[in-house]
């Protein structure tokens, strides 16, 4: 019997001013994905984890990418897949994404590698889709191509990596609930000009930034006029850990994905250990319990760690 096993990365996505678009692929925390080609059709989903989340595959992020898999390429064989989840759903660190693009990857890799990139991130945000109502990749992207990436269109997909400058991300969990469905409805429907441009500004800085490894550029465009205003509202202490994060030297940072959780970047590891503890602290003061991540951005997404093909 066919099988692999895959270590699937959190991800943090819009870093700050790209919404829907820009994203990157972080250390930990990660699944474990274990996949079983099978010789009879059904599409059977385990989950070795305490989110008690759907195992109807219909239900279920990583089970209705392979249905759509199985679907579109009208296989007669079915697939086996146990989740070790540990990237908390509702964190804004990329879980549904991790299932998803576990899903698509994992499945291509059973299939003979039959599927490109471009075309794995197209199932997989079919999961998106389930998990939160919106066909978006900026956290998907990132998993299977790993590093930075910047998805200029979903319609047609056109993924482009870029560069991974040699940065620390630190990354903090509070242990409350924010849903993406509920923070994208409390978005603005329009914005002003003056605002467009600013936010178009940023993202073009971060963009060149990254591209040409200018880390003060990187840090002056980590600012975001639109979404972080409105969302950061729901995030107990945000306010407060940006502004300590900046004075400890962080290049800047924000909401990763929809929040909770927010992210700093640094330059050293010293840096971004301090602001850990900074983060851990604030959130200590007013008893949310919180995971804190350090690691630095990770070049290659998805990794395979067990294969039998």
Known sequence: MKKIKLRVPATVANLVCGFDILGMAIHEPYDEMEFKLLDTPEIIIKHKDS???PEDPSK????????????????????????????KPGSGLGSSAASAAGAALGANALLGNILSKDEMVHFAMFGEELASGVRHADNIAPCI?????LVKSTTPIDI????????????????????TSDSRQ????SISLKSAVEQWGNIAGLVAGIQKNDIPLIGRSLNDVIIEPVRSILIPKF??????????GA???????????????????????KIAVLMKTIYDKINIESYVYVSKINPIGIEVIEENL
């Open 186 to 189: 409390i978005l603005k429907k």
């Open 51 to 53: 989110f008690d989340l």
């Open 251 to 273: 290049l800047g940072g924000g909401i990763s994905g929809s929040g909770p959780s927010i992210f700093m970047l640094s330059e050293t590891k010293e840096t971004a250990e």
């Open 160 to 179: 482009i990596p870029l560069n991974a400058p040699d940065l620390f991300v630190t990354a903090v969990h509070p242990q409350v609930e924010v849903k």
């Open 145 to 149: 191509y790993g590093g930075i990436t």
């Open 239 to 248: 306010d407060e850990i940006k502004k300590e994060s900046l004075a400890m």
């Open 60 to 87: 279920n992020v990583a089970g209705i990418v392979l249905l759509k898999i199985q679907e579109n390429l009208q296989l007669t064989n079915g697939f086996e897949v146990t989740i070790h989840k540990h990237i």
